[in-house]
């Protein structure tokens, strides 16, 4: 299956462009992704100037929708928030506006979308059928699924896979975990009970390509391991995957005052389980949360799909 990828050049991209036996990329650079990811098949593409050029699509069966802006790089400014919600809500927008100009059009669209979607929800179990949240970033997952989903008036299966905490030392919210954690001064999010819902790089991926080859999925999944976890046993897990003390706990008001309007996403409680997923035969590489993390902290080790 021929594959075509946005958003190629970020953490799960990457993995998945070296996962995939042939992909082709939509980028912003050819040359700055060529350094980043070797020699790739690519075509240029704004997402905010318009549709993607129709030759990028020849032969294409599967389309990877990644693109973003990073949610949690720097303070949420105004323009940050515009910038944020335009590469997704716009991006896909115009995506699937190329989409509509082929004559033979891909068998299935993929779409990143978020578990913000749900808002934050205190201790209620949230699947794919839960209502949806409210707040800036559910409504820019609400609003980028919708744009993904009129894919489906084209007669392309669309599956928007709703991701929770990616676990990879490469990059995401992981990786910028590491450092204080690393000299001591990790500790829980400020009353550290809320719920946090991750998933391993590895099952992101997996799930992905389950989503593009299970013909019967439709709509939100939900990628999450079965076992979200509270804040504060997060924090031990890893303080215990690091050899570290975690003793030094974040104060909500600390965290406003240093991020901000983007404190929200470190302290809402989005306890989150992957139903679609299971239901649908997908399994779990890596659902307990104390291996995943010494293995997201090992150097990866990636094959290629047949």
């Known amino acids: 299956m021929k594959s075509l990828i946005t958003g190629a050049t970020g953490l799960v991209g990457r993995r998945l462009v070296e996962t995939l036996p042939s992909p ?22 704004d997402p905010l100037s318009g549709p993607p050029p129709i030759k990028a699509f020849r032969d294409v069966e599967a389309v990877f929708n990644l693109a973003g802006e990073p949610v949690s790089q720097g303070r949420w400014s105004a323009e940050k928030k515009r910038a944020i919600y335009d590469s997704r809500v716009v991006g896909t927008r115009n995506l699937v506006a190329g989409l509509a100009q082929l004559q033979r059009k891909p068998k299935v669209l ?3 979308s978020a578990i913000g979607i749900y808002g934050d929800r205190g201790d209620e179990v949230l699947d794919e059928t839960s209502q949806l949240g409210r ?9 980028w699924e919708r744009e993904a989903m009129a894919a489906t008036e084209l007669g392309i299966r669309v599956v928007c896979v709703r991701t929770g905490i990616v676990l990879s030392s490469s990059g995401g919210a992981l990786a910028r975990m590491l450092t204080p954690f690393r ?5 829980r999010l400020g009353s550290g009970t809320q719920w946090m819902s991750w998933i391993h790089i590895g099952d992101l991926v997996g799930l992905l390509l389950h989503a593009s080859r299970s013909k019967t999925l439709n709509g939100p ?13 997060f924090t031990r897990s890893l303080g215990q995957s690091l050899r570290r003390p975690t003793f030094l706990p974040m104060p909500k008001a600390a965290l406003r005052m240093a991020f901000g309007e983007m404190s929200e996403i470190m302290l809402a409680s989005q306890r989150v389980v992957p139903r679609v997923a299971l239901e649908s035969g997908y399994s779990f590489a890596h659902s307990d949360l104390s291996s995943a993390l010494t293995t997201a902290l090992m150097p990866s080790v990636t094959t290629r799909a047949a």
């Open 221 to 233: 999944l939900n990628a999450v391991s079965p076992e979200p976890i509270r804040n504060s046993e």
């Open 110 to 112: 993929v779409s990143a």
């Open 183 to 187: 000299l001591g001064v990790g500790g």
């Open 24 to 45: 082709t990329i939509l980028t912003r650079s050819p040359k700055r992704a060529a350094a980043s990811l070797g020699p790739v098949p690519a075509h240029p593409w």
């Open 135 to 143: 707040g800036f970033l559910a409504q820019v997952c609400i609003d």
